[in-house]
């Protein structure tokens, strides 16, 4: 099946510095990627939906400064957590969509486990 | 708005034996409905999915669920787990497609020797 890499798996920083989160399709071109928050004991939350070449859109109490996402190409699309802050640890996970024959598949990353001390 | 309960954040059950995992919804229009699967350090692995149609839905791995209206429930079942279903389930819904898929909290599933 279709390979969504995502990379780094694990990360730890400081607080105060920025983190980048890659997303790439390996074997297919997305449609549209996803990106994912998860807090512990907490249901995957959606952040943003971003489309090649377009500005991405944010769900609403996500801060487009902070959660900064640039969708390059049909293959990649990057999350750079800027100015990270504890409250930013969690686990941040991204999926890709692609439309098939029939219907529309997502795949999932991953993902990557931020900690900020 | 839609949401979705999983009953449940982990679950035990003896090898060989029915795994069932709940799962209930609430969406102002008819569901797209999914069950997701997670092992350790991968991604999230779509087990199965109900659209339309049949409201008993097959999956891989053994996996199948059925979507009951009256209930407002998808729960996830199979007749008799294997070591290698360990892992954390995901119940998920959405108006249509993968725009705006609400996850509900996983359950962790235990198999027991």
């Known amino acids: 099946g279709a390979v969504v890499s995502q990379h780094p798996s694990r990360v730890i920083c400081k607080s105060g510095t920025s983190v980048k989160i890659e997303c790439r399709s390996l074997?297919?071109?997305?449609?549209?990627m996803f990106w994912y928050r998860q807090f512990p004991k907490q249901s995957l939350m959606l952040m943003a939906t971003?489309?090649?070449?377009?500005?991405?859109?944010?769900e609403q109490g996500v801060e487009k400064d902070k959660f900064l996402i640039n969708h390059a190409s049909l293959t990649l699309s990057t999350l750079t957590v800027t100015s990270a802050h504890p409250e930013d640890s969690s686990f941040y996970i991204c999926?890709?969509?692609?439309?098939?024959?029939?219907?529309?598949?997502?795949?999932f990353g991953s993902g990557t486990q931020l900690s900020v001390l | 708005a839609q949401s979705v309960t999983q009953l449940g954040s982990h679950v035990s059950v003896s090898e060989g034996a029915l795994v069932l995992l709940r799962c209930n919804y609430s969406s102002s229009v008819p569901p797209y409905l999914f069950w997701y699967v997670q092992y350790p350090n991968q991604g999230l692995q779509l087990l199965l999915k109900?659209?339309?149609?049949?409201?008993l839905v097959k999956g891989i791995n053994g996996f199948e669920a059925e979507f009951k209206k009256s209930e407002t429930s998808f729960h996830l079942t199979k007749p008799s787990a294997h070591m290698s279903d360990a892992a954390e389930y995901f119940c998920?819904?959405?108006?249509?497609?993968?725009?705006?898929?609400?996850f509900g909290t996983g359950t962790k599933l235990q198999v027991i020797p």
């Open positions: 971003s489309n090649e070449g377009s500005k991405a859109t944010y």
């Open positions: 074997d297919f071109q997305a449609t549209t």
């Open positions: 109900y659209t339309t149609g049949a409201t």
């Open positions: 999926s890709a969509s692609v439309l098939g024959d029939r219907d529309e598949k997502l795949f």
């Open positions: 998920a819904v959405s108006f249509g497609g993968y725009q705006k898929v609400t």
